[in-house]
């Protein structure tokens, strides 16, 4: 089945050209399915980049989708147009009184700054708490899974010397976890931050870590206490964006190294090789077929009941 998207959205197009099914709400309307209700809070400033990104895994499951774009109240984008935010985001206030099967709340290119001093702070820790009573499953996405320990676990975050920057091996540290189903005993995913959990202290508040690396630490972090997966690395990049973050730091100046074991050769004037996209598919596949097993049918359960297909 596919992911349902408004058809003007930009992210419509551009899937249905891979191959991704996607279908119009008018047709979706029509099924008498109980499509999984995804929201995606979008913090990142190339808002349509990244609903692409995102859409692209989530819809590539059997499951009918519908997402729900969702952005912080009152922050302003200064890198999307006015005209897509309303069109297509909904404020978080405006939809705290529904419910979600699932939740991805992204990164934010806000590494250097403490949590406290983030201008939504208040308001992204209003949207954690809710995640308890309103969403079954949330995914917490480099800074936004940063955010979502500091918030339940007290659990810091430290700036690195050097930016982490390219694509690394994790070790799979969890084969029999169902979000690992068909995982490799280790894989490539890109990496691109400049602050780092400790897997010391990630252990020590109660968190189990499914796949890690001792260059980068950390990367995929279980919280079942709290419903979530935390992922400090970037599996729904594109093939080019490491490139695309590299080349405007090169025009702008900014000292860059090139990523790490990301082109042929680490020559950038090579194409980059995508090698981490079936991973990637994998991740999220299995992410939505562990909510579809486990969510209640009926929405108003959700956060207070949890039906285990597996068990019934």
């Known amino acids: 089945m596919p992911i349902k998207l408004p058809s003007e959205l930009p992210a419509y197009d551009i899937l249905t050209q891979e191959g991704v099914m996607v279908m119009p709400e008018t047709r979706a309307a029509v099924q008498d399915i109980r499509p999984l209700k995804i929201g995606l809070l979008n ?42 935010m309303d069109a297509f985001y909904r404020p978080f206030q405006d939809v705290k009184d529904q419910k979600f099967d699932g ?12 949590f406290e001093q983030v201008t939504y702070w208040e308001e992204l820790q209003e949207v954690m708490d809710w995640t308890q009573t309103h ?20 659990v810091s975050k430290y700036m690195l010397d050097a930016k982490a920057f390219g694509c690394y091996r ?12 068909g995982f490799s005993d280790e894989c490539l995913i890109p990496v691109s931050r400049w602050t780092e959990m400790r897997q010391n ?17 950390p990367c995929l972090v279980e ?9 400090f690395n970037h599996f729904e990049y594109d093939s080019t964006t490491l490139k695309d973050e590299y080349d405007r730091d090169v025009v702008a100046g900014t000292p860059v190294n090139v ?12 194409p980059p090789q995508n090698r981490w996209r079936s991973h990637a598919h994998l991740l999220y596949g299995n992410w939505i077929s562990e909510i579809y097993l ?3 049918f009926e929405m108003d359960k959700i956060g207070s009941e949890t039906t285990d297909l597996r068990k019934a």
């Not at 202290?201 to 630490?217: M, P």
């Not at 919280?223 to 992922?231: F, M, S, T, V």
């Not at 990523?259 to 090579?270: A, S």
């Open 43 to 84: 913090l990142m400033p190339k808002k349509i980049a990244t609903e692409t990104q995102f859409a692209r895994l989530i819809g590539a499951t059997p499951l009918q989708i519908e997402l729900t774009l969702i952005r912080m109240t009152e922050h302003e984008t200064r890198n999307t147009a006015a005209e897509h």
């Open 294 to 296: 486990t969510t209640p």
């Open 103 to 114: 939740l991805i709340i992204t990164g934010a290119p806000i590494e250097h700054l403490e």
């Open 170 to 181: 994790q070790q799979n540290m969890s084969p029999a976890s169902p979000y690992l189903r």
């Open 201 to 217: 202290e990630v252990a020590a508040a109660g968190l189990k870590t499914l796949l890690g690396s001792d260059e980068t630490g």
């Open 223 to 231: 919280d079942p206490e709290h419903r979530a997966l935390y992922i």
């Open 135 to 154: 969403v079954h499953s949330t995914f917490g996405v480099c800074w936004g899974g940063m955010a979502m320990i500091k918030h339940f676990h007290n």
């Open 259 to 270: 990523p790490q074991n990301y082109y042929p050769g680490d020559d950038p004037t090579q």
